[in-house]
């Protein structure tokens, strides 16, 4: 038996809902300082007395980051390993963010969130490449959208961070918290293992054999001695040509433009979901009340999204998510009390989580072991374009009359569209090893 199959036929146990958690706390942390941001922009505005321009230069800035973070990190982890980035992103974005408190002017923090973005594009991609080669094919979508489900506790603690902090003290602060998780890249060098089709695919026989050998003892299965490897995809020199060839030419056009649509949408809704409130009239405590509740509202779609990935399949699912965060954006929009708002926002919050939650489990089945995490970071960086794109064109459309119905309108024909190149361009993975997809 092969190495690659000895990973897949281990049971589902311990060792692998401890790779969920420990890499789903550092998903938690990159998604808690996205958060902050949305939270501290509210205040921050006020204090430096920041126009529209430059609060949209602010969060942009940082998207710029993550695409060149996703795209290198991508290119890195197929080069270096999945562990190394993944612990070195971690530190790069926790330490820009405390630097962001003591950012003395406008070109000092975009400076700083730059560096952020950095970090925060180039983890995520290398994360769920890491964990998507540990999880046997019959729960891999499963565990995928579970992984992505910390993404909501990520922004759940940085509203709470915020309803708490910056109205007791300061902004300051807050940054200074979102800068301790840091320290947690000593427990992911202790904690987890590198990629074995890595491994495999360098040439690093040996350890790759050693450390699936650690890992069926563990898991309480027969621990083969002999070695036997198929190999997991060519070992050719990675390049950019090599999305664009063959078979692969339709997947990276379908996840580009998935990703460039609902990243446009996710962070142009909820990164200025908070200050499109204290436009609207309420208070910025009122705003993050809100949007804490919108938040809680996450946890149930991930639960959802992680049962029907499994029973319906990757593109129903997905595409489904996404056409009906589009029906719960335009009533949104059209909402004019708070009740209404409450209700709408946690659809929306309910369907586009666990939209993302699909897409997460989606990007890394579309490519063999030499180009997953490269391709997959290709996918996230065409995305924080769309995030660099879309406070742009929020802060120019909430100042216009009727700015917030428009806003809305806009994001409910980008996920329509988004829905549609699934249906039209998507081809279903459910229950198929990653081999047998990226060949």
Request: glycine share 10%.
């Amino acid at each position: 038996m092969d190495l690659i199959s000895r990973v897949q036929r281990l049971p589902v146990g311990k060792f692998h809902y401890t790779l969920l958690w420990v890499i789903g706390l550092g998903w938690m942390f990159d998604a808690m300082d996205t958060g902050l941001i949305s939270f501290i922009l509210a205040k921050m505005a006020e204090d430096w007395a920041m126009t529209p321009t430059e609060k949209g230069w602010v969060v942009s800035i940082g998207f710029v980051g993550m695409a060149i973070g996703a795209v290198c990190s991508g290119a890195l982890a197929d080069r270096i390993g999945r562990k190394a980035v993944f612990a070195s992103t971690l530190v790069i974005y926790s330490i820009a963010t405390a630097a962001c408190a003591f950012a003395p002017n406008l070109t000092w923090l975009l400076v700083f969130r730059f560096v952020v973005g950095l970090g925060l594009g180039g983890q995520l991609p290398v994360a769920v490449t890491l964990v998507s080669e540990y999880i046997p094919a019959h729960v891999r979508g499963r565990f995928i959208v579970l992984l992505e489900s910390f993404w909501g506790l990520g922004w759940l603690i940085a509203a709470l961070v915020s309803y708490f902090v910056i109205p007791s003290f300061d902004w300051h602060v807050a940054f200074l918290i979102g800068g301790l998780p840091a320290l947690y890249v000593f427990v992911i060098l202790k904690k987890v293992p590198e990629s074995v089709p890595y491994l495999i695919n360098r040439g690093r026989i040996e350890e790759a054999h050693a450390l699936v050998q650690k890992l069926e003892r563990q898991c309480g299965v027969e621990v083969i001695e002999t070695i036997e490897v198929k190999p997991v995809s060519s070992q050719n020199n990675i390049s950019f040509r090599q999305l664009w060839t063959g078979g692969f030419a339709r997947r990276s056009l379908m996840l580009w433009l998935i990703w460039f649509g609902i990243v446009y949408s996710y962070y142009g809704i909820f990164t200025w979901l908070p200050s499109l409130l204290v436009k609207e009239g309420y208070t910025i405590v009122q705003s993050f009340e809100y949007v804490l509740v919108m938040i809680l509202a996450q946890l149930p779609g991930y639960i959802v999204a992680a049962w029907l990935v499994e029973k319906l399949g990757r593109k129903p699912t997905l595409a489904g998510f996404i056409a009906m965060c589009a029906v719960a954006a335009y009533f949104f929009g059209q909402s004019t009390t708070v009740g209404m708002i409450m209700f709408w926002g946690c659809l929306m919050s309910f369907f586009n989580l666990g939209a993302w939650g699909v897409l997460y489990t989606y990007t890394p089945e579309q490519y063999p072991t030499n180009i997953r995490a490269f391709g997959s970071g290709w996918a996230a960086a065409i995305g924080r374009i769309g995030g660099i794109v879309a406070p742009l064109v929020v802060t120019h459309m909430m100042v216009a009359e009727n700015g917030f119905s428009h806003v809305f309108m806009m994001f409910t024909a980008v996920l329509l569209a988004v829905a549609a190149v699934i249906i039209v361009l998507g081809e279903e993975t459910k229950g198929k090893t990653l081999e047998s997809i990226g060949m």
